[in-house]
């Protein structure tokens, strides 16, 4: 009887599982081949603007990556774009007044993200200072 | 009863630990640093494996267990379920603090009985500071009533063998530079602390962490390659960040240890790099713990955990280097180093690093910044990292090749190159080889594969030589990031991605392997159901290369859908398929990934670990000659 009842229980989970993947196809992830255009070049424009568009609902992912709904809305989008013959700016462009700089995985280059850019080249002219500073002391002696 | 044991040994550490801060103030009282330190590191240790039996008993009044285990987990999930949480993993955190705290005492001689006194006493005020945080904000032994029946599961995405030693391995790094902190602190506050060998000291602790968090960074990057199903392995999710950020100053540490050795030169320097680490490594934690950063690891979301990390950091911190602005006066020197010597490489290293280290930093903490002076927000994603770090990164690997090979002082630039032409010769060889196998040419492949050849061919030149007297360690160690650098370059650069709808006995080729879509099954595992496809693989000749079955899983208790890749993996390349959605009629959504070299992502990560290991017996061995 208890065995029966396991497999009474595996076969209703089976059929769970199957309806969900049905219903549900976010458990699949990023890009859906319905999705891809023919060109193969405007879909490489599409893959790389992709890649540095933020999914807004997710923690750390690119739409190119993501699962989420509203990651395949925007790779949808993205991809009409192109076909109406957009420039890539055009639709970053498109992208953050709808959304903000929030949505750009690579912080665009402006007064508030002055230091972000800035601090790592300063960072590295000073340690190149350091080492040419050294480099110079060390001949005198 | 058990709980409560578990409960009572938690705060029996925290009695042990005031009791060694203050027994090791006043030195020449052995006996009662030996019952504190025994005490802690028992008391400790049954704490923790109390908590491990409640978790495999499945012992639900515990509130901890309730919220992250199930009956019908495998037991080696269930262990791991123990530093699968934030409460628990705290306990793993002080297990592992007052181990560390063990091999302090163990350094203790009557010469230097002054000086380890003082560092047990900042080891035991760390620990102070993390059982204090346990009980007071994250209990695990917390219950709770009435008992429930069951407990409410876990995160089926961490059911991985990888994920079950990757905490332990990158606790053992983080807090090994808790020892290296300690030590620092020591020398600093001794008046004759530049008489004191600490750099010998120091050494072992800093190569154990280093070594550790090398090896379970990788495990990391396994984990999520094997798990997240998309062929990526590196994510630059701030929880990553914060284990590469201590990474790279132990890096430069470990380097600049060795010009301490051999020159006694950048003394200062070294005692304040010590300090950054450990500090970067708790404010990691802070990051991760306080769910200031938002990141598919973060597993605990609780302000009041953040402020206190974050107190508890500003007061160490602020003491530390208040401490080390005033004391390290003696430290410094007036040595200066020319490009063409040893030292001269290792301070571009130590430089280089640190400026990474930096950028990561000011990267991963600049969004909150940004969110909390302006009304904007900001992502700082991968393509930040990429355009700043590679950069930065590339001379450091150049630099890297040709330090060892170096001499110490002045080195003529001639002789220089007639010791480096060798390996030009070789890493032009190689280069060409693995172009007219891949036949891809991107300025980026061109470079990475020309830096991992740079890396391997130096190490073989030095090996073939045999009559250095170069550490076997450093050698090893630096074959693995060669390595290394090969596999991230071939991955990145020739991945290749079919993405299709595939209905039964389907077929499509990728590279020059045919994939056939046999069947689909469906299968019952021990807490999930899930389906499985059937991929037969073969090559150009129609030979069977390999069977792939990846599935896509459910798990009814926490109902969540996982999809698990199948790989198959040889030197040259990874086939990887993952199984989307869809059904018999239409087909399913299949991904096929094609991932070159990524095996030797793994082999170099195993081979810095083995590298880290040979390097830390040859210097306990030093150690040892001290006593």
């Keep these: 009887m208890i065995i029966n009842k396991i497999i009474l229980i595996k076969i209703f989970l089976i059929i769970t599982v199957i309806c969900l993947t049905q219903f549900f196809s976010n458990n699949s992830n990023t890009v859906e081949p319905d999705e891809i255009l023919q060109d193969q070049k405007q879909e490489l424009r599409a893959r790389n603007i992709s890649k540095n568009i933020r999914c807004m609902v997710c923690q750390n992912q690119s739409i190119d990556e993501s699962n989420a709904p509203l990651a395949k809305d925007l790779r949808i989008l993205i991809r009409n774009k192109i076909k109406k013959g957009n420039k890539d700016k055009e639709i970053y462009e498109f992208l953050t007044n709808r959304y903000g700089d929030f949505i750009l995985l690579k912080p665009p280059f402006k007064l508030s993200t002055l230091a972000l850019w800035l601090l790592p080249l300063t960072f590295f002219a000073v340690g190149v200072f350091i080492i040419l500073f050294h480099n110079k002391k060390s001949k005198k002696i | 009863m058990v709980p409560f044991l578990g409960n009572f040994f938690l705060w029996l550490s925290l009695f042990f630990v005031i009791f060694q801060f203050f027994i090791s103030r006043k030195n020449n009282k052995l006996k009662f640093i030996t019952i504190a330190v025994n005490g802690l590191l ?32 495998p037991l080696l999930y269930k262990i791991s379920g123990v530093w699968g949480n934030h409460e628990g993993s705290m306990l793993l955190w002080i297990l592992v603090l007052t181990i560390f705290n063990y091999f302090i005492f163990k350094l203790y001689n009557k010469k230097n009985s002054t000086f380890v006194s003082k560092a047990l006493e900042t080891q035991a005020f760390v620990t102070t500071g993390f059982i204090l945080f346990t009980i007071l904000t994250s209990n695990p032994f917390e219950r709770i009533i009435p008992t429930p029946e069951n407990g409410l599961g876990f995160n089926p995405i961490l059911q991985d063998p990888a994920l079950v030693i990757h905490p332990p391995l990158l606790y053992i790094g983080y807090v090994g530079f808790s020892a290296a902190f300690s030590i620092s602190i020591a020398t600093l506050s001794l008046e004759n602390g530049e008489k004191i060998p600490w750099h010998i000291y120091m050494k072992p602790f800093v190569l154990v962490a280093w070594t550790f968090l090398s090896i379970g960074i990788a495990l990391g990057a396994v984990w999520a390659y094997y798990e997240l199903g998309w062929g990526g392995w590196w994510f630059w999710d701030p929880v990553e960040n914060a284990s590469f950020m201590p990474w790279l100053l132990g890096t430069a540490l470990l380097h600049s240890l060795i010009i301490v050795e051999k020159r006694k030169s950048l003394q200062a320097w070294v005692l304040l790099l010590s300090i950054l680490a450990f500090l970067l490594s708790v404010v990691g934690t802070f990051l991760v713990r306080s ?80 969110e909390a002076f302006t009304n904007n927000k900001i992502s700082v994603g991968e393509p930040y990292y990429n355009s700043t770090v590679i950069p930065i990164i590339i001379p450091a690997i150049l630099v890297m090749g040709i330090g060892p090979i170096l001499s110490w002082g002045k080195e003529d630039k001639s002789k220089t190159f007639k010791k480096i032409f060798p390996s030009i010769l070789l890493t032009s060889i190689m280069t060409l080889f693995i172009f007219l196998i891949y036949q891809s040419y991107s300025a980026v492949g061109i470079a990475g594969v020309i830096l991992s050849f740079w890396i391997i061919s130096n190490n073989l030149v030095i090996l073939f030589k045999k009559n250095t007297n170069l550490s076997s360690g450093m050698i090893v160690a630096h074959l693995g990031i060669g390595l290394l650098i090969l596999g991230i370059t071939g991955s990145s650069i020739w991945q290749e991605e079919k993405i299709i709808r595939m209905k039964i006995d389907s077929e499509i080729k990728i590279k020059k392997n045919n994939i056939i879509f046999k069947k689909i099954d469906e299968i019952v ?9 059937n991929f037969w693989v073969y090559d150009k000749k129609k030979n069977i290369i390999t069977k792939l079955k990846p599935e896509n899983r459910f798990y009814p208790i926490t109902n969540n859908f996982t999809t698990e890749a199948s790989i198959h993996t040889n030197l040259f390349r990874d086939l990887y398929i993952v199984l989307g959605e869809g059904n018999l009629n239409d087909g399913w959504v299949v991904r096929i990934y094609y991932n070159p070299l990524v095996i030797w992502i793994w082999i170099g990560a195993l081979v810095i670990f083995l590298g880290g290991i040979i390097s830390i017996t040859s210097n306990l061995k030093k150690l040892k000659s001290l006593a």
Aim: charged fraction near 10%.
């Design chain 2, 42 to 73: 028992i008391s400790s240790f049954v704490s923790f494996f109390l908590l491990m039996y409640v978790h495999i008993v499945s012992d639900f009044s515990v509130l901890n267990v309730f919220q992250n285990s199930h009956t019908t987990k």
């Design chain 2, 291 to 370: 769910g200031i950063l938002t990141s598919v690891h973060t597993f605990a979301l609780d302000p009041s955990r953040g402020i206190y990390i974050l107190a508890f950091t500003a007061l160490l911190g602020g003491y530390s280097l208040i401490l080390f602005g005033t004391k390290s006066k003696k430290y410094f020197d007036n040595n200066y180093f020319t490009f063409f010597s040893k030292e001269g490489s290792i301070l571009i290293n130590n430089i280089l690093m640190v400026v990474v280290c930096s950028t990561v930093f000011l990267g991963t903490i600049y969004p909150l910044l940004v």
């Design chain 2, 525 to 533: 595992g021990p807490n999930y159901v899930a389906l499985q496809g």
